[in-house]
T-cell receptor, first 112, second 111 residues
Framework: KQEVTQIPAALSVPEGENLVLNCSFT??????LQWFRQDPGKGLTSLLL?????REQTSGRLNASLDKSSGRSTLYIAASQPGDSATYLC???????????FGKGNQVVVIP | NAGVTQTPKFRVLKTGQSMTLLCAQD?????MYWYRQDPGMGLRLIHY???????AKGEVPDGYNVSRLKKQNFLLGLESAAPSQTSVYFC??????????FGPGTRLTVT
């Protein structure tokens, strides 16, 4: 069974610092990996999708990398802003499976 | 496009009552999913569908039923609600193998 881990569960950073969020998964046989953002009381917003054949994806200040062999992905947010405060979730789609396996998220607070 | 919408947004049920949650998507996605999110447990898949008229069990299907009579709609039913089903329910949809898009959620309390 695919297990997805996100550590730490919560972190705070001063505004302007770069954010680095880590996601690890136990089975490298994945189809893709998706990063989501969730604001309190809201649904999940898709940030980036990385296919298994890709090493990274970028969107604006966000960059996500994927290292399948080591079972890791990193979400990098440059020059963090208070509006980046949210919970960030990593989800992996195993090969041959239609389901996503979710981590429990990193709760981020960016301090003005 | 409205994306993925969920009805209702909030609901309070008494133990033993039944209800249906409606999910609708206007993106012509083949796949649709129902999740529940609980503190400390993360998101768990209840049921999913890979196309109109098909459904399959997820990780925590007991106590729930689903139907996908139309491609754009996916219904989640609770036949006899229990306090353990107090949760936030999310619907999602996707094309085959592509990113999932989530609805805003339904907050359900069973007393």
């Amino acid at each position: 069974k695919q297990e997805v881990t996100q550590i730490p569960a919560a972190l705070s950073v001063p505004e302007g610092e770069n954010l680095v969020l880590n996601c690890s998964f136990t089975d490298s046989a994945i189809y893709n990996l998706q990063w989501f953002r969730q604001d309190p009381g809201k649904g999940l917003t898709s940030l980036l999708l990385i296919q298994s054949s890709q090493r990274e994806q970028t969107s604006g200040r966000l960059n996500a990398s994927l290292d399948k062999s080591s079972g890791r992905s990193t979400l990098y947010i440059a020059a963090s802003q208070p509006g980046d405060s949210a919970t960030y979730l990593c989800a992996v789609r195993p090969r041959g499976n239609n389901r996503l396996a979710f981590g429990k998220g990193n709760q981020v607070v960016v301090i003005p | 496009n409205a994306g993925v919408t969920q009805t209702p947004k909030f609901r309070v049920l008494k133990t033993g009552q039944s209800m249906t949650l409606l999910c609708a998507q206007d993106m012509n996605h083949e796949y649709m999913y129902w999740y529940r999110q609980d503190p400390g447990m993360g998101l768990r898949l209840i049921h999913y569908s890979v196309g109109e008229g098909t459904t399959a069990k997820g990780e925590v299907p007991d106590g729930y039923n689903v139907s996908r009579l139309k491609k754009q709609n996916f219904l989640l039913g609770l036949e006899s609600a229990a306090p353990s089903q107090t949760s936030v329910y999310f619907c999602a949809s996707s094309f085959t193998g592509r990113e999932q898009y989530f609805g805003p959620g339904t907050r359900l309390t069973v007393t």
